[in-house]
Nanobody, 120 residues
């Protein structure tokens, strides 16, 4: 399976970006997919997840009300719409699939990240 994230870039605080993740090589609709991010010098953190059917959606508290996760199973893609961006949102964003949650979110398949930089 291959995942490719795109859509990162430089944006001013208060602005918006839309990240996309294209997944190939697996039955995409069967699995929960998620977005994570890793800021410089910090651990990778969970951002949002959406189940295969799209019915159940989960967000980190830090992005609730600002970010929206979605998926299109027909196209094998998942998106992360990010609004009201803050400098603290600056990070490399990763998409992942075959995700489950226990004490924390764990995923099997990961894509290369895309850098989001929010200037103040």
């Amino acid at each position: 399976v291959q995942l490719q994230a795109s859509g990162g870039g430089l944006v001013q605080a208060g602005g918006s970006l839309r990240l996309s993740c294209t997944v190939s090589g697996r039955t995409f609709s069967a699995y929960t997919m998620a977005w994570f991010r890793q800021a410089p010098g910090k651990e990778r953190d969970f951002v949002a997840a959406i189940t295969g059917s799209g019915i159940n959606i989960y967000y980190a508290d830090s992005v609730k009300g600002r970010f929206t996760i979605s998926r299109d199973n027909a196209k094998n893609t998942g998106d992360l719409e990010m609004n009201s961006l803050k400098p603290d949102d600056t990070a490399v964003y990763y998409c992942a699939t075959r995700c489950t949650v226990g004490a924390r979110w764990e995923c099997v398949d990961w894509g290369k990240g895309t850098l989001v930089t929010v200037s103040s």
